[in-house]
């Protein structure tokens, strides 16, 4: 059964520091998703990874890609209130196009404090 | 509109009662997926539609639960004689073919007397 699991599931953070978020996966995969949701709205793009050593960024947040570990990192850097969220990680699952699906991680909320 | 459209926002019923959940894609793409939220479960997988047909129906919880798309764009989640384990909120979301981002609707949120 494939796996997704996220650490740590709650973070809570002072404005200005750094930290990171692990997203651990179970079975191989050529893409990995990073996804942020706000309280009670839809779930937003951040960042799609593409290969292994795949690294984006945008703005406060760095999202790196391990194949080989099956790992994915998402680096807050110098965290400001705004960035309080939820962040899931999916594994995007394809078996020759008898499927196509998100495999969501458990989340992690992330609480920025003043 | 320019996102994915789903309705109704919030639908609250019996247990029992059968509820439709409608979601219109963004235009133009090809691919439809229904994802259900819950404190419990997370964010789970339902189905995944290319055009109209559904390639992997295998997160569908029982044959309670059907979907549909016609069109190539509009689908309609039905879930019959419903469970207070159905309640949740239901995710549609579109990407351009399978494989490219999906773009997520702002759900319905079901809840189950």
């Known amino acids: 059964e494939l796996k997704v699991e996220q650490n740590p599931l709650f973070l809570s953070m002072q404005e200005g520091k750094n930290y990171t978020i692990y997203c651990n996966y179970s079975?191989?995969?050529?893409?990995l998703y990073w996804y942020r949701q706000d309280p009670g709205k839809s779930l937003e793009s951040l960042f799609v990874?593409?290969?292994?050593?795949a690294v984006k960024q945008e703005g406060r947040l760095m999202a790196s890609l391990d194949t080989k570990a099956r790992l994915s990192t998402l680096h807050i850097t110098a965290a400001v209130h705004d960035l309080s969220a939820t962040y899931f990680c999916?594994?995007?699952?394809?078996?020759?196009?008898?499927?196509?699906?998100?495999?969501f991680g458990t989340g992690t909320l992330l609480a920025v404090q003043p | 509109g320019a996102g994915v459209s789903q309705s109704p926002s919030n639908k609250v019923t019996e247990k029992g009662k059968d509820v439709e959940l409608r979601c219109d894609p963004i235009?133009?793409?090809?691919?439809l997926y229904w994802y259900r939220q819950s404190l419990g479960q997370g964010l789970e997988f339902l189905i995944y539609?290319?055009?109209?047909?559904?390639?992997?129906k295998s997160g569908l919880p029982s044959d309670r639960f059907s979907a549909e798309r016609t069109g190539g764009s509009v689908s309609t989640l039905t879930i019959q004689r419903t469970q207070q384990e159905d309640s949740a909120v239901y995710l549609c979301?579109?990407?351009?073919?399978?494989?490219?981002?999906?773009?997520f609707g702002a759900g319905t949120r079901l809840s189950v007397l």
């Open positions: 979301a579109s990407s351009l073919r399978g494989g490219n981002i999906q773009y």
């Open positions: 079975t191989t995969s050529d893409r």
């Open positions: 235009s133009g793409h090809t691919a």
């Open positions: 999916a594994v995007f699952l394809d078996y020759g196009g008898a499927t196509n699906k998100l495999i």
């Open positions: 539609f290319q055009g109209n047909s559904a390639p992997d």
């Open positions: 990874l593409l290969s292994n050593g």
